[in-house]
Each structure stands twice: as structure tokens, then as C-alpha cells.
């Protein structure tokens, strides 16, 4: 151990034992430096693709009208079968367009303008037919995928059932192998389902008896269900805050008869489908999200210029101005994650990025909510009516946050798997310890003395051959900061609480919170660096958007890794904790009216 | 009769766009700005569209004059239904001075070349609405014109043509080949859906170049400035007739 040079001692420690620098993903530069790229030819065809569905959008789709009669008007539904938005990424041998994770985000950024069709479409393709396309083998491509891409035959994607939401895995719905073994019987009820009335064909999932090593056990299997198979009724409509124009409704399957061939994958490996389809999906609310804040910014910013109060135009007041930065930000970093999540995703051999997707769908949901909400206090009253499209916009958002896996949830998964690796490499160390490794004891020991001495961090970010474009080095020096920062607040967490861990949200939470702002900060570093190099139009305005948010980042980072510190003052838990338990243990607020009196 | 149809298409700035001028007047901003096929153009391709889709002629062909991004005009007619196109290529300074009178000698020329039977244009471009092309490209090959149509048929071997003129609707007929112009009425065109873009890739766009076709594209005119149109000034309201003739008195024009 003496023998090591300090500066290589140093690198070596960071990277043995800053396991967060291993499992974000997103730090292995390879994959997030440069920023994603696609060639002159695809970006040709995406501008020949765009130009079509915005004229459509613009010309034929009357959103106020399918909010307020709750409705897709046939004739609407029609014009996007024709313009081939169910099949965008159904390979062309079965008749959709085959386009990637890129593309299809160009896309959902356009198709995002009405809540409701984008509801529709994506409750199709995103995870209806999704399990065909990832999991299901040639003969039920062959059979299914052709209709549902033209649009003739709608899909469902069946998981949630009245006591199974966010823990999917208890679903109750059941399948039994027929005597012949030729075909399954469906039973069960499922609610929430998305296009649940106008389905032909639906993924469904269900308890099936699976022989493991001579034992019977019951795991989810996930089939293609055709309505035409019969005893499937479908409940009304539900009557909701947004989104009104897509159908969502409870399905109920009765001894439906599903033939064998219909398992996708193998019989009980239902579980994993469902988690890859879902995670597959997801990245695109960042770039849906981020087109719906855009053309907000458009709507409001016009109205900010002419409107004048105390004789200035609002454009002048600096709150208002504050709302529109704020918006602008909003935009650039969701684009960013969702496109940068899409490059890696295109790339070959299928890489998982369900992490990144996850931290997109939790970024954007909330961002999204929180900017419709304030495009429409820049209108002021005149935004609270139905004569202009910002209440609408504020309704459609607030599903965001929870379909597709809830923010609560998809925080737990983003913590947990951040510090899973990290759990990984700390379990190794600790056993080390107990056998008396005393050198491994002085090596982690000297790494948390050298790096508190101030080392400074550096993950080759920036300098001479530095990914990061020297107008962000200030950024990406905080970033990397961060970086080093959470690697040590992770393990000291680990230390604390060991496996308990999972049980903490309030501090998972947290975790995730800083997971996403760096996925972020590297969304943002990556793109702007890459707009500067090539000299896209505006790039200075873009730097400006990355240094800012990143500097913003960076200091809600610091917050919250200083609240998770042991005994941090600026930690609330124990009390919001003693408080909810109190609340909930009378099930109201408990404290006497202020007017009440003892005597 | 060949069959084959010559259709004529314009990019342009797109219609929702703002238009701003150069600071030096010298010519509109279009760097970083939407532009999109002519919708008068869009019509002259739905009805070529149409006529093929009827069986009453053979093949389109959609032809567009400019720089590489012209190809993406062309594109949008083959994902419409056009069957191949031909990119005349138009850079630099010819480019900024091409107008009617060069465009209708490359059409001529290609309209011969090819062998058309008919040649539809939009009845003009929203970016300059010279409203000439159609014109001169007929009187270049002597051929018979049915500009501003709003509906076309075919009648043995002549084509009748509705005309919108000012006082109302005139039909007339003329033999073929012929040039016919599209105006509004004509038709709705249909979009381009994402499956058609799709195949309209595998379709063939053969690349031209003027002086291939003998056309000399000397421009006869010269932009001497461009300004935006004079901000419209507010109103004056006046109490009585006496008032209004002393202001307009005083501001020289009674």
C-alpha cells in the first residue's frame, strides 16, 4: 500500500470505492460523451415525419372539443391510423414505420399538443402491443403486429387490478391450464386500463402454476388476449380530471379461453415482461413533456408582451420573467435527459436504460406539472377559464406523476439501484474488515482523510482533454463535486442502516433527488458541450441554460446530502415521521381549534 | 398522349411564419426559419394526384428548382403520390435572383424533354405571388393555358377547365398538351402520411442542372430594397364634416 504513488492511491481508492461512480451509468463518459448523434440522412427524415403530425395537430384536432365531450372524434382517430401513429416503432416487415427510441421521441413531442390522443396512442404502442414487439416469438408477431400497426386492431396493456397497483406482483387475475393443455382460462378484473373499451387485443397478466424443480409455485405470465376470444366485458367509462378523451376503464375477464401460443415469453416469466415494457416506455414523457412547455412558452409569452399592467407590458416585471426562465429550463433539461436516454437506448444490443428512464419520468412529470401551473398564473384569471387551453393543460398534466409507476415508486427504484452496487462493493469491504484485513481498514480509513483534506475531484471531465467544453468547466467541476460527494454520503448511509435501508424513503428519496439533478446536470453538459462544438444556432443561450440549472442543481445537491449526514440539524425526519404517525393514528388533524378554551 | 404529367413545386417560407427583414434590406430573413411546399403548389400535386388515381393519366413527376433543400420539397410530393422527381439545381446568386421568367424556360424545357402531356403549377408562390410561371411557361412552348382552375376534367381529347376569374366562374376548353394553374378551390390536398414518407424514399429523384437543359438563368431584374410594410397608424376621430375636410385639407391630400 506505501509504495503507491498519492496521486494514483488517490484514483485508485475513488474508483474501488466510490462505487457511484461505477453505477451511474451515466458517468462511464463512453456512453453519455459526446452527446448522442444522429446521421444528416435520419435527421432529413425526422423533418419530413414532423412537418405532416404538426399540420395535423394545428389543423384537425380540436382538443377542446375531445376534452369536453370527453371523446376522440372517429373521424380524428381515423386521420392518425392514416398518418400511421400506431405503429412508429413496429418494425416495416410488419407494417409500421420502424423507427427508433429517437424518432419516436421526436415524435411524442408534437403528439403531446392533445393529453388525450397521446394517452391513447401510447397506452397502444408504448405498452398495448410493446410485449409482442420485445417479448413475443415470429408466429404472434406475424399474427398480431400488422393490424395494430395500421390502427385496425387497438391494443391494452391489463396489469393493475383493484388491490395490485403500484405492487404489481400481488395481482390476483388467474390462469389454469386446460385439461389438453391446449388453452388457458382467464379470470380476473382489472381496472385503470387505458383504451379498455376499444381494445381488440390486450397484453394481460395473470397468476399461472409454474412446476419449479418438481414444486408447484404460482409467478405472473403475461398473454395476448383477443376480445374476439369472448367473456370479456368492459365497465364504463371513467369520468376523470384529464386526459377525458382517452378511454379508461375497468375490464373483467370471465373463463376467458386463451390458446397456449399466446404466452408471451416463457409461462412465468410475466413479471419481467411487464417491467421491461414498462421500462421501455417511459423515456418519451421527458420529450412530450418538454414539447408541451414549449409551445406553452409560445401561447404565454405572447400575452406576456402585450398585456400591460402599471404601464408596463408583464414581460417587464421580474417574476413573471422568473416564470419564464423557469419554463425555458424546464425545457431544455427535459429534452436533453429524454434524448440523451434515447441515443443510448438506439444504440446496439438493446442496453438497459431503464434507470435513465425512470429518472426522466420522474424529472419531467413534476417539471411539467409545475410549469403548466405556472404558464397559467401568467394568464392570471383569463387562465382559469376554459376559453383558453391552460386549465386543460393543468388537468392533462396531473397524471403524470402518477401512471406509468408512480414518483414514490420509480424514487425507491432509482435509489435502490443506485446503491445497489454501491451495497455490492461496501458488503465486500466489510467482510474484508471482520477478517481482520487491517490493510483494507487503512485503505478506506486514508481514502475518507484524503478526500476530506480537500483532494480535489476529478473525473477527467474538463482540461486539456476534458468531454466538457471549457464554457461549462465551472459546471462540470461542480458536478463532479456532487459526484464524489453522494459516492460518500451513499456509503456512510450504508454504514448506518445496512439493509434497513430499504425502509427509509424519506432518505431514499433524497438519494433519488440527487441521482436525477446529476443525470440531469450530465443531460445538460453533454448536449450544450456538443452545441457549442459544432456551433449550433443560439448555443450561447444554451450554455447559459446549462450553467444555471447546473449551478441550481449543485446547491440543492449539497442541501440534501447535508440533511442525510448523521444528525444532520437541517434533518426534519424524526419529527415529520412522529407527526404523520399522530395524524394518522386519529385519522384527522388532532390539535384543538385555536379558539377553543380550558376554562 | 404520354400520360405523364409535369407538376411544379416551390419551397417557400411557411405561411405561419413571421417575416422579418434583413437588417440591410437586401432581402427577408430565412436562416433557422420554417419553410414548406407552396400550398398552391400542394393543390397542383393533389390534382395530378387525382387524375393518376382515375386512371386518366400515367405518372407524375414533381419537379422543384433550387439548392439541396429542395429535395425535401420533392420528397413531400412523392410521399403525396408523385411517382419520381427531378431536383434542378439552383445555388448562390442564381438562386436569390431566379424568378418566373427562368423557372418557366427550365419547365418548358423539361415539359419537353419528358414528353408531358400537362403541366400543373400553383396558380402562384406566397413568397413573391408573381402569378407568372404558369403564363410564360405556356407561351414558351405555345401551348394552350387553363390558369387559376378550380376544377379540371378530362373531355375526349381536350381538358375543360373552370376558371375563377373576377366576375365569377369561366369554363373553357383547351387541347393538350396544355398548361393549367391551381387555385385554391381546386382541391383539399392530403397530408402526407409517415407510411407514405416512408416508401416515398425508395422513389427516385434524378438530379439537373440548368445549362443541362440549355436555360440561361440571367435575371432581367434587380431587388434594389426590401422593407417591411409601413407600421399602420392609429385613427384620428373628428367631431363634424368641416373637421374632416380641414384635416384632410392639412394633410395634403384635398
Request: neutral net charge; charged residues 25%.
Amino acid at each position: 500500500m506505501c509504495c503507491i504513488k498519492s496521486s494514483e492511491w488517490r484514483r485508485m481508492s475513488l474508483v474501488a470505492v466510490s462505487p457511484i461512480y461505477k453505477c451511474l451509468m451515466f458517468v462511464l463518459q463512453a456512453e453519455v460523451f459526446p452527446y448522442p448523434e444522429i446521421g444528416n440522412e435520419e435527421v432529413e427524415e425526422i423533418n419530413q415525419l414532423v412537418a405532416p403530425v404538426e399540420r395535423f395537430f394545428t389543423e384537425e384536432v380540436d382538443s377542446a372539443k375531445i376534452d369536453r365531450e370527453a371523446k376522440i372524434p372517429p373521424e380524428t382517430l381515423n386521420g392518425l391510423k392514416e398518418l400511421g401513429l400506431f405503429g412508429i416503432m413496429v418494425p416495416e416487415e410488419y407494417g409500421g414505420l420502424g423507427l427508433s427510441n429517437t424518432m419516436y421521441a421526436r415524435l411524442a413531442e408534437i403528439i403531446s399538443l392533445d393529453g388525450s390522443i397521446a394517452v391513447t396512442l401510447a397506452a397502444h404502442q408504448a405498452i398495448g402491443l410493446k410485449g409482442i414487439l420485445i417479448a413475443g416469438n415470429e408466429a404472434q408477431k406475424q399474427k398480431y403486429l400488422p393490424k395494430l400497426a395500421s390502427g385496425e386492431h387497438i391494443a391494452a396493456f391489463c396489469l393493475t387490478e383493484p388491490g395490485s397497483g403500484s405492487d404489481a406482483a400481488s395481482i390476483q387475475t388467474r390462469a389454469t391450464l386446460s385439461e389438453d393443455g391446449k388453452q388457458y382460462l382467464l379470470s380476473g378484473s382489472k381496472i385503470w386500463i387505458s383504451n379498455g373499451a376499444i381494445a381488440d387485443v390486450m397484453t394481460v397478466f395473470a397468476r399461472t402454476e409454474v412446476d419449479v424443480d418438481g414444486v408447484k409455485k404460482d409467478k405472473i405470465s403475461a398473454f395476448i388476449v383477443e376480445r374476439a376470444y369472448g367473456g370479456i366485458t368492459s365497465g364504463k367509462a371513467e369520468d376523470k380530471l384529464g386526459i377525458r378523451g382517452s378511454n379508461t376503464c375497468e375490464v373483467s375477464f370471465d373463463n376467458v379461453p386463451v390458446p397456449v401460443e399466446n404466452v408471451i415469453g416463457e409461462v412465468g416469466s410475466g413479471f419481467k415482461v411487464a417491467m421491461n415494457i414498462l421500462n421501455s416506455g417511459r423515456f418519451s414523457m421527458g420529450s412530450s413533456s418538454a414539447g408541451m412547455i414549449k409551445k406553452l412558452i409560445e401561447l404565454t409569452a405572447e400575452y406576456a408582451a402585450t398585456r400591460k399592467q402599471f404601464n408596463k407590458s408583464l414581460s417587464e416585471f421580474g417574476m413573471i420573467q422568473e416564470k419564464f426562465a423557469m419554463m425555458a429550463l424546464n425545457a431544455f433539461v427535459m429534452e436533453s435527459m429524454a434524448y440523451l436516454t434515447a441515443g443510448m437506448m438506439d444504440r446496439p444490443g438493446l442496453p438497459d436504460c431503464s434507470l435513465e428512464a425512470a429518472m426522466v419520468k420522474v424529472f419531467s412529470s413534476e417539471g411539467g406539472w409545475i410549469c403548466v401551473s405556472e404558464a397559467l398564473q401568467v394568464l392570471g384569471g383569463l387562465g382559469y377559464t376554459k376559453d383558453y387551453p391552460y386549465e386543460r393543460y393543468v388537468r392533462d398534466c396531473r397524471i403524470l406523476p402518477i401512471f406509468e409507476g408512480t414518483n414514490e415508486i420509480l424514487r425507491m427504484y432509482i435509489a435502490l439501484t443506485g446503491m445497489q452496487y454501491a451495497g455490492k462493493a461496501l458488503t465486500g469491504k466489510i467482510k474484508e474488515m471482520k477478517k481482520g484485513n487491517i490493510g483494507m481498514v487503512f485503505g478506506v480509513v486514508g481514502k475518507k482523510l484524503k478526500s476530506s483534506l480537500g483532494g480535489s475531484v476529478d473525473y477527467g471531465l474538463t482540461g486539456k482533454d476534458g468531454v466538457v467544453h471549457p464554457s461549462l468547466a465551472e459546471s462540470a467541476k461542480k458536478f463532479e463535486q456532487n459526484v464524489s460527494h453522494v459516492g460518500s454520503t451513499v456509503e456512510s448511509l450504508l454504514y448506518r442502516y445496512g439493509k434497513t435501508i430499504v425502509d427509509e424513503q424519506l432518505i431514499l428519496k433524497r438519494v433519488a433527488d440527487v441521482m436525477i439533478n446529476l443525470y440531469a446536470m450530465t443531460a445538460v453538459l453533454s448536449r450544450a458541450s456538443r452545441s457549442i462544438s459544432i456551433g449550433l444556432r443560439n448555443h450561447d443561450h444554451e450554455v447559459l441554460l446549462a450553467n444555471t440549472f447546473c449551478s441550481d442543481a449543485f446547491f440543492k445537491n449539497n442541501y440534501l446530502m447535508t440533511q442525510l449526514q448523521k444528525h444532520s440539524p437541517e434533518n426534519n425526519d424524526a419529527n415529520i415521521k412522529k407527526i404523520a404517525r399522530e395524524v394518522l393514528e386519529n385519522r384527522a388533524y388532532i390539535c384543538s381549534h385555536p379558539l377553543e378554551r380550558t376554562f | 398522349m404520354s400520360g405523364r404529367v409535369l407538376v411544379g413545386v416551390k419551397r417557400v417560407i411557411d405561411y405561419a411564419v413571421k417575416i422579418r427583414v434583413k437588417p440591410d434590406n437586401s432581402s427577408v430573413v430565412t436562416d433557422g426559419v420554417k419553410h414548406s411546399m407552396n400550398p398552391f403548389c400542394e393543390i397542383a400535386v393533389e390534382e395530378a394526384v387525382k387524375l393518376k388515381e382515375k386512371k386518366l393519366i400515367k405518372e407524375v413527376v414533381a419537379v422543384s428548382c433550387g439548392p439541396q433543400q429542395a429535395q425535401e420539397t420533392i420528397r413531400t410530393a412523392l410521399a403525396m403520390g408523385a411517382d419520381r422527381g427531378i431536383h434542378v439545381e439552383v445555388t448562390g446568386k442564381d438562386y436569390e435572383t431566379l424568378g418566373p421568367l427562368q423557372v418557366s424556360k427550365i419547365m418548358a424545357a423539361l415539359a419537353k424533354k419528358e414528353d408531358a402531356q400537362l403541366v400543373i403549377l400553383g396558380k402562384q408562390a406566397i413568397d413573391d405571388d408573381c402569378n407568372q410561371t404558369g403564363q410564360m411557361t405556356a407561351a414558351l412552348l405555345d401551348w394552350p393555358q387553363g390558369t387559376f382552375a378550380s376544377e379540371v376534367s378530362f373531355d375526349g381529347d381536350k381538358i375543360k377547365v373552370v376558371r375563377e376569374i373576377d366576375g365569377g366562374l369561366e369554363t373553357i376548353k383547351i387541347k393538350t398538351p396544355a398548361v393549367v394553374t391551381a387555385d385554391l378551390r381546386l382541391n383539399t390536398p392530403r397530408y402526407a402520411t409517415l407510411p407514405n414518407i416512408m416508401k416515398a424514399k425508395k422513389k427516385k429523384i434524378a438530379n439537373v442542372k440548368p445549362a443541362d437543359l440549355g436555360v440561361d438563368l440571367t435575371s432581367r431584374l434587380e431587388v434594389v430594397r426590401v422593407d417591411e410594410p409601413p407600421q399602420r397608424q392609429a385613427g384620428v376621430k373628428v367631431e363634424t364634416v368641416d373637421d374632416l375636410v380641414g384635416k384632410l385639407k392639412e394633410a395634403g391630400t384635398v
